[in-house]
């Protein structure tokens, strides 16, 4: 690819900013608009190029801002629209590009959409939301499940319809198969590209059109008393209800959009199943989404084999458009899932080596790059709607949303007021303060490696040479002068490197510098990253970056 088709984002990593946990900058334990902006020259420092802020918009916060009662503004938890444009102007001076939530499949029940659908029958309104009649016999008129727990159907006494919801009752879904609603969305894209926001990231983007004749879902597994609602969403096959082929059009309709403002579209696509193929269905395409989250990461186990499919199959159907993470606000963090302790930590830093130097738009979750472990908050700490209405705090996300640590002391560093939202204690040596004054810390590492993804060309070039087979526990790759590799055994491995002279750049494990011909023995975990050294005789010497 030459390097004139490269888009911007092409070049840059991404960095999640869950806005109620980053920073407080009046006091009231919430993160805000002010404290972020305050803290944007660490992500400027840290070297990540995007910056996605989750949403703040207007909202009764019962899943915390993913339930959206006015497209357009901000709620005053966070700060004002004054506040927001601040915060965008000083990204934009910094260097940073800016992506904002955008929460189409469903709204917040307090949205004056809803407010009007529910309240008359006839209100034009009525049609942005599903509204169906009781099965015959009575009862909801599928089986379709919440993600959150239940069924995905309330009954409205007054007007003896159910409505449709796949999150909470208070989240019910927006009805993409009415024109006025499809072009509400298009005022609201541009109200915030307006606003010169950068991009979205977009909030369940598999799920917006429903196959309107709302058939049951097939039942792949019995449900039983006592599965999370996580267990029970996965014991139906989603035919009917996400995935439909209908998505394309809006997101084509999207990017005509976006084009005009050459902003981003970047879509939460979480199919359980993690089948690259329908994955990449909504990035393949020219006029699709410009690229997708895809989840497998954060659920493949840390063994070799599973590893190898994953990564082979994603980007055998996705060469260059899917968006890798190894934690988000809705998921345990990478180092407790992948064996907790120091562990944990390694095999997370060595995972981020291998994410960084695939094709593709790699995001840190904030925190990943201080190696920080989900905390265990106390059950009547607890605040996620899935965890609390469901009696299950095991399927709650709080463990991974409770605040960044900034510097030592009771909140670290996160509010100056007296309670945070959820409990801030952190170890001093988690914080940022800490970590940025010691050179080997984990913060220091990631650092290093955002600069040499940034640096190397041949890493924002496509294309991608295997180097090592399925049955391998090293999973490794070259790309033109860059060759990364993983060791995601149990045991130290061998790693035969292609024939020339390569220097160490980066290691998850060891100091980086060393001259490498041949073969390096690889820690178990270990990540690296080695670049060829022109060879003086050959005649073949090449400016740093350039490609084969
Ligand atoms: C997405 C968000 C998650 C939210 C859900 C409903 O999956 O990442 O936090 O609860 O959508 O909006």
Redesign the pocket.
Known sequence: MADGSLRWWDREVGYEVYIRSFADGDGDGVGDFPGLTEKLDYLAWLGVGIVWITPFYPSPMC??G??VADYTGVDPLFGTLDDFDDCIAQAHQLGLRVLIDL?P??SSDRHPWFQASRSDPDSPKRGYYHWRDPAVGGGPPNNWVS??GGSAWTFDEASQQYYLHL?LPE?PDLNWSNPNLVREFDDVLAFWLDREVDGFRI??AHGLVKNMLMPDNPQRFATAPGMSPRQVFGCYEHRYDLDQSGNASIYRRWRAIAERYDALLLG?V?LRENNPDRVSRYVSAQDGLHRAFYFAPMHTPWEPSAMWSTFRDALDAAPRDLSWAIS???DPRAPSRLGGGEMGQSRSLAYSVMLFALPGLPFLYQGDELGLEDVDVPLDQRRDPVAIRNQNPADG?DGCRTPMPWSPGPAAGFTDGAESWLPAAREDGETVSVQRGEQGSILHKYRKLLALRRERHDLHAEGLEWLTGRTSSVIGFRRGDTVCALNAGDVPAEFQLPPGQWRLAFSSRRPAGAAITSAIVLDAPEGVLLIRVPDADSGLRRPPGARL
Do not use: K, L, T
Request: proline fraction near 0%; charged fraction near 30%; glycine fraction near 0%.
């Open positions: 899943d915390f993913y339930d929460v499949n469903h993600h959150f999150f989240q909030d369940v939460e979480y988000s606000h809705d996300r």
